[in-house]
């Protein structure tokens, strides 16, 4: 069982940056590939970026390639999403999950068995 807590959204406006922050309980957080996925109203969740189990490997949807950067710290069981550059069309509600890394996908939400509650990311322009 793995419990994931987010934080670090806020209102920023565009061209700014904001970090967020996802904790893990439990005691495996460094066998799971973390990823973060968002999702807008009225649309679908979407995936952002995910970092491999060992930190070896990051993944980025072309939308945010350039300007985020996700990282992690085993021994803080803690994921990373650095936001640089913020658009309006970044705002949603940010979610990070967990998936085994017995897993061999991590783009589609179906991947993973775990989730956060979500910390809302609003870029005003």
């Known amino acids: 069982q793995v419990q994931l807590v987010e934080s670090g959204g806020g209102l920023v406006q565009a061209g700014g940056s904001l970090r967020l922050s996802c904790v893990a309980s439990?005691?495996?957080?460094?066998?799971?590939?973390m990823g973060w996925f968002r999702q807008a109203p009225g649309k679908e969740r979407e995936f952002v970026a995910v970092?491999?189990?060992?930190?070896?490997?990051?993944y980025y949807a072309d939308s945010v390639k350039g300007r985020f950067t996700i990282s992690r710290d085993n021994a803080k069981n803690t994921v990373y999403l650095q936001m640089n550059s913020l658009k309006p069309e970044d705002t949603a509600v940010y979610y990070c999950?967990?998936?085994?890394?017995?897993?061999?996908?991590?783009?589609?939400?179906?991947?993973?068995?775990?989730w956060g509650q979500g910390t809302q990311v609003t870029v005003s322009s």
């Open positions: 439990g005691r495996t957080f460094s066998t799971y590939h």
């Open positions: 999950a967990a998936s085994h890394r017995s897993s061999g996908s991590y783009y589609n939400p179906k991947d993973y068995g775990y």
């Open positions: 970092i491999t189990w060992s930190g070896g490997r990051t």
